[in-house]
């Protein structure tokens, strides 16, 4: 399975996700060029975290335009992976591949901290070998991310399962102490209709290995190999809590 | 607002800075009267802020050589540290304190940014910021203000340029109220075989401005910083710079292929007075002269004269000496990153730095008599010892009454705005960006591993304004020790130490005594725990007409753990182990911050401290951690014991501990719970291997004492009472969410 993770001229979690996938996830990968439309024949392609084009008009609002994004949104739009993680759940919310929009955070400050997320769909590649209601620690670090939506999209991303985390206690519990930017719902990531495109904010990629806080994050790149894959990966959790 | 082109008179040559013999020798010098875009150059080059005048004599004093050292102090933007592996580790730390003062998220985002360019301006990718803080009275709602742009300016340029800010400390003091102190300190990873110089080397290389465009901001920048505040300082708000960071990131992704892809002959940052420092400096270094012709700079604005465009202190810019033949590489390069790359001259032999435009000579210059190390003025100043000090080193403790009841105090320190926890501080700064983050904000010292070797680096930044007002040299002593002791707490031992030395007006003989003396105790501490002063920044003239600040030197300390599985945080981490302390309890008040919040008094001398035992101390700590007998280290420091057993109780991100502490003593109940006595740890220990570490202690000459349990149950302390851990812990996180919700 191919990843491909695009570099935005201000992205700074690029590389962040590119040794995750080639040193922990153990999978080829490969970095794609923002001002380039090929997309290498990747499977998976992951829009990164930092400050795409420096954000100072809206995060994502410039990077909707670039050439990458042309080809990544035919891509979403054809069944495939599409993975954006903080700053790249906020290009995909500007490219209109998922619904909504994002506030600043209620303390108006940027917050990086462990936090804890539930897992609430377990059908995406991204989930589907999770149990319902894992809960995961992994950490954020944005200042817009308070994910807003109208009454009706909300409900429906409900109905439809598509609400993919909750922020939430350790144990599990809901609750605006829990919700460390005021999301509507305490939502921490969604799912587009057919489950292959996935925006959240909190980091994954950082959460990959014990010396780094927590390895949660490997569950979810575990799951979406295994789902493509079809059952050849081992479990690289484990391999990364060993290692 | 433009300036115009003058003529120069000796008065305009004084409003410049510059005094009757500094203008009598540029005379002698150029062997004629300068035109005025001289004038604005060598009132630059001759400040305080770029020639380091006053301080250059006492700099030289600090051990500044060692065997890992591959560039020395002042040879370079940063000091280079060998760290194996084909690797080295470059770091510095700088002042932006006046321009924080007057404009806190400005000055301080570029305070980051400046400093994030001496480092990759050596080739070096940042992997780590820290900083040091100092404000006044957070009860001042002006100071709620600074505190709150600074952390802002530095969080956002940190965050969007994709550099982790690991660490940092923050202190609240009322000398601070009018000036406060932002110091930023970056470390980076270089290749041993990519370090790049700030050299202009070979004649006829073409000289490159690379980076943004240059703007009016910033003029005279260097100069702003090289006086005191004033009422008038208000209109200095145009003399501060305006960051970018995103410009930056993409200055230092082109910055590093430019050095990888071998295109370069030399490079300089641009920070204080931009296009003159930088080509005169590296003219000199290089042993060359520059030629530029100003009409080639890029501009944001028009009609900018040759003074303008000089002494302009826009950021996210480079210059460039590109090898000969590689130009067409280097504008390639720049242009896929998006940024501007201007030819503005070349390198010429006659060491001299020549100015034109669009052909006209408006200045001609030695380059030579323009840097530092140089010609630019050295001066000795005087000292005094200020007589105040024979009376708070003699003052009488036993005028202070014992309290009934340390608890209370306790609870008291715990929520006090310098003790309790700066997690408001530190979650507005991205720790974890780049992923090698072991220890983050709220521990002794930061850990950022190495990717693809064993090993990681442990930072922090250390400074004592108290105790070095008390006692300037034992201060900095204990400023270098402590910084020591919190690396030794993670298991690392010290590398190299990067200073910044914030003082007031050094004209003031008192004022000069205690920045000398300062140097005198840094550099005794550091020869002491061999740990050269790799580099570093003066910033003199923190004061206003009410005040100066306390005498400041902060140390970063940068050390090497070499192998991550022996990592150590300070917290208790297992219900049922042995709490040790090691390290002498004095009878030992001077200073503390018992002292000032519980009795109002800021008096005493400086907390005891012995080199040698602080030396044994580290030794000892990290003997302990890899013989694995040790679970948690926790260096003693402001609130003493009580507080330090508190914090080990409490921090732990994960779960909240009680303690039972059992500890007799002869001396004074609040200097045993709350003195400040220096070279003290408290580690938690598996019962059964308690006699191995006595024997360890034994060997290094170090006090060792069992003095109590960690527990699932209260904070209690034998024979004086309990607190409940889960309230210490709501007050310790709470004190400055609160204070910094307060409106008005």
Redesign the interface.
């Known amino acids: 399975m191919k990843f491909g993770v695009v570099t935005f ?2 992205s ?2 690029d ?2 996700a590119f ?2 996938v080639r040193d922990i996830v153990r999978q080829p990968v490969e970095f794609l060029w923002h001002g380039d439309a090929d997309l290498k024949g990747c499977d998976l392609i992951i829009l990164p ?3 795409a ?4 008009l809206r995060a994502g609002a410039i990077a909707r335009f670039s050439p990458v994004m042309k080809s990544v949104i035919d891509f979403a739009n054809s069944g495939g992976l599409v993975w954006g993680i903080c700053n790249g759940f906020q290009v995909l919310l500007e490219a209109g591949l998922l619904p909504g929009a994002m506030l600043k955070n209620r303390s108006l ?6 936090v804890y997320l539930r897992t609430e769909n377990t059908t995406a590649p991204y989930t589907r070998h999770l149990e319902p209601g894992t809960i995961l620690e992994i ?1 954020i ?1 944005h ?1 817009e991310g308070n994910y807003y939506a109208p009454v009706k999209i909300l409900d429906e991303l409900e109905a439809s399962g598509r609400v993919a985390f909750r922020y939430c206690s350790a144990d599990g519990q809901l609750g605006d102490q829990f919700n460390p930017n005021g999301s509507a719902r305490h939502i921490a990531g969604i799912l587009n209709e057919n489950g292959n495109v996935l925006g959240m904010m909190p ?1 994954p ?2 959460a ?2 014990t ?2 806080g927590s390895a949660d994050g490997c569950r979810l790149f575990d799951s979406v190999v295994k789902s493509i894959t079809a059952g050849s990966a081992k479990s690289i959790s484990d391999q990364a809590r060993v290692a | 607002m433009p300036v115009r082109e003058q003529t120069v008179t000796p008065e305009l040559v004084a409003e410049h800075g510059l005094g009757e013999q500094e203008h009598a020798k540029i005379k002698e010098i150029l062997g004629r009267e300068m035109t005025f875009t001289e004038l604005g150059i060598f009132s630059v080059m001759w400040s305080e802020h770029c020639s380091y005048k006053n301080s250059i004599l006492m700099l030289k004093t600090l051990p500044r050589s060692g065997p890992a050292l591959l560039v020395e102090a002042g040879e370079e933007n940063a000091g280079v540290v060998d760290i194996g592996d084909g690797r080295a580790v470059v770091f510095k730390i700088e002042s932006h304190n006046h321009p924080s003062a007057v404009e806190p998220y400005q000055g301080a985002a570029t305070g980051v940014g400046g400093i994030l360019r001496d480092i990759f301006t050596m080739g070096a990718r940042p992997i780590a910021a820290l900083n040091s803080l100092r404000f006044g009275n957070p009860e001042d709602p002006k100071v709620r203000y600074l505190l709150d742009g600074v952390v802002r300016g530095i969080g956002d340029y940190g965050n969007s340029f994709g550099v982790p800010t690991v660490g940092g400390e923050v202190y609240f003091e009322d000398a601070y109220t009018h000036n406060c102190l932002v110091n930023a300190m970056a470390v980076g990873i270089v290749r041993t075989d990519r370090i790049a110089r700030a050299v202009a080397s070979v004649v006829d290389s073409p000289v490159y401005v690379v980076g943004s465009r240059t703007g009016r901001d910033g003029i005279h920048g260097a100069t702003f910083a090289s006086e005191e505040l004033t009422e008038k300082s208000e209109a200095r708000r145009p003399a501060v710079q305006i960051g970018d960071p995103f410009t930056e990131k993409l200055l230092l992704e082109a910055t590093l292929e430019m050095i990888k892809d071998d295109l370069i002959v030399g490079i300089q940052d641009m920070g204080a007075a931009g296009i003159t420092c930088s080509c005169s400096e590296t003219a000199f270094s290089g042993g060359q002269g520059i030629e530029i012709d100003i009409a080639h700079v890029p501009v944001r604005e028009e009609g900018m004269i040759p003074y303008e465009t000089l002494l302009s202190e826009s950021q996210e810019r480079m210059l460039v000496i590109v090898k000969i033949g590689k130009e067409d590489e280097v504008k390639a390069l720049f242009e896929k990153w998006g940024l501007q790359a201007a030819k503005i001259g070349k390198v010429v032999s006659g060491g001299r730095f020549k100015v034109y435009e669009n052909g006209e000579l408006k200045s001609d210059i030695p380059a030579e008599s323009l840097a530092l190390g140089g010609g630019t003025p050295v001066y000795k100043r005087e000292e005094k010892r200020p007589a105040r000090l024979d009376d708070t080193q003699n003052f009488d403790f036993s005028t202070i009454p014992v309290p009934d009841d340390p608890l209370e105090i306790l609870s008291t320190l715990i929520a006090t705005p310098n003790i309790a926890s700066k997690q408001w501080v530190y979650r507005q700064y991205d720790g974890m960006v780049r992923t090698n983050t072991a220890i983050n904000s709220g521990s002794d010292a930061a850990v950022v591993r190495i990717r693809k070797t064993k090993t990681a680096l442990a930072m922090c930044t250390d400074g004592n304004g108290r105790y070095c007002w008390l006692n300037p040299r034992r201060g900095a002593q204990i400023a270098v020790a402590e910084a020591a002791r919190n690396l030794a707490c993670t298991w690392a031992r010290p590398l190299a130490v990067t200073n910044c030395l914030n003082f007031g007006n050094p004209y003031k003989p008192e004022m000069y005594f205690m920045f000398a003396e300062c140097v005198r105790g840094m550099g005794e501490a550091c020869r002491k725990f061999d740990t050269p002063v790799t580099g570093g920044n003066v910033s003199f003239y923190n004061e206003d007409p009410d005040r100066a600040v306390y005498p400041t030197p902060t140390i970063g300390m940068v050390g090497m753990i070499d192998d991550v599985k022996y990592i150590t945080t300070q917290w208790f981490k297992n219900e049922g182990d042995a709490i040790v302390l090691l390290g002498t309890n004095r009878n030992d008040l001077g200073g503390s911050e018992y002292l000032k919040t519980i009795h109002g008094k800021i008096t005493g001398d400086a907390p005891y401290l012995n080199l040698d035992e602080a030396k044994r101390l580290g030794e000892l700590i990290v003997a302990a951690i890899k013989a694995g007998l040790v679970h948690s280290a926790h260096d003693v420091s402001d609130g003493g014991l009580a507080v330090c057993l508190a914090e080990c109780c409490i921090t732990n991100p994960y779960d909240l501990f009680g303690c039972t502490i059992d500890l007799k003593s002869d001396i004074r109940a609040d200097s045993l719970w709350f003195g400040e006595a220096q070279s003290r740890v408290v580690l938690s220990v598996e019962p059964k291997k308690l006699e191995r570490l006595q024997k360890l202690a034994d060997k290094y000459k170090i006090e060792f004492a069992k003095i109590g349990e960690v527990t699932r149950g209260q904070f209690e302390l034998a024979g004086v009472g309990t607190l409940d851990p889960a309230a210490l812990q709501t007050a310790y996180y709470s004190t400055l969410p609160e204070l910094m919700s307060r409106i008005g």
């Open positions: 001229p201000g700074n979690c590389y962040d040794t995750a975290g930092g400050f084009y420096g954000d100072y400050q940027f917050s990086c901290r462990q950490p670090a200042s980091h990629e950082r990959v290995e010396i780094l």
